[in-house]
């Protein structure tokens, strides 16, 4: 899940991805991170734009609004998944960030907190892929079925605080890590994620998310 993560005694009542933009408060305080299909639908949701019907137009205007937001140093920094140090030491109040990243940081620091954004989540997934050529597909395709075997997968989403595709996780995990059984952050119920979006790609043509694209490299880069 992509959403908020905030240090609660910086930013104890932020709770929509709209604060981060509009609230002077934060200013020079809040990073986001650099993945364009997670972060411009979050954007879209927080002005009430539905991600799965946008135009490339609101995509843009979206991209548009942020380096708005970044040229006005509203915005510290656009980064990968490092901002974790950055709000240890206070420099960021709040992120556009990870909720496995917060589960992980808050064991060192309980300050640090998810917070499901008023407006929902996006909700993303990693992918296995053998590439064509590949010279042993079948030793790959048992790799993948060993870590889907729920005693396997549950030290793997123990390990990564993620959410799991493989059923029967849970049930070990109540027995060797109660704590992440438990959570929402990797076992969200439907109610949990229901205003949340998937990730998406912008729409049109193969040029039109070129285009799209060129836009968030050059507020990336910039």
């Known amino acids: 899940m992509t959403g908020l993560i905030v240090n609660a005694s910086e930013a104890p009542d932020l709770t929509s991805v709209n604060d981060l933009l509009d609230d002077p408060q934060y200013k020079g305080r809040v990073e986001i ?14 002005a009430g734009i539905d991600p799965e019907s946008a135009t490339k137009q609101d995509w843009l205007d979206t991209i548009d609004r942020l380096e708005q937001a970044r040229d006005a140093g509203q915005i510290r920094r656009i980064t990968g998944n490092d901002y974790a140090k950055d709000l240890a030491t206070g420099d960021a109040a ?38 064509t050529g590949a010279p042993n597909p079948t030793a790959a395709y048992e790799w993948i079925r060993y870590t889907d075997e729920p005693k396997n997968q549950a030290q793997i989403s123990a390990w990564t605080a993620s959410i799991t595709p493989v059923e029967g996780v849970q049930p070990i995990l109540e027995k060797t890590a109660p704590d992440l059984a438990k959570s929402e952050l990797i ?23 070129q285009e799209v694209e060129k836009a968030w490299s050059a507020l990336t880069v910039g």
């Open 33 to 46: 991170v650099s993945e364009m299909r997670e972060v411009v639908p979050l954007f879209m949701k927080g």
């Open 94 to 131: 709040a992120v556009v960030g990870w909720a496995a990243d917060a589960y992980q940081l808050q064991a060192d620091n309980p300050d640090l907190e998810w917070v499901m954004p008023d407006e929902g989540c996006i909700l993303w997934w990693d992918n296995w892929v053998i590439p």
């Open 187 to 209: 076992f969200p119920s439907a109610d949990y994620t229901a205003k949340c979006s998937p990730s998406l790609s912008p729409p049109g043509s193969k040029q039109d998310e």
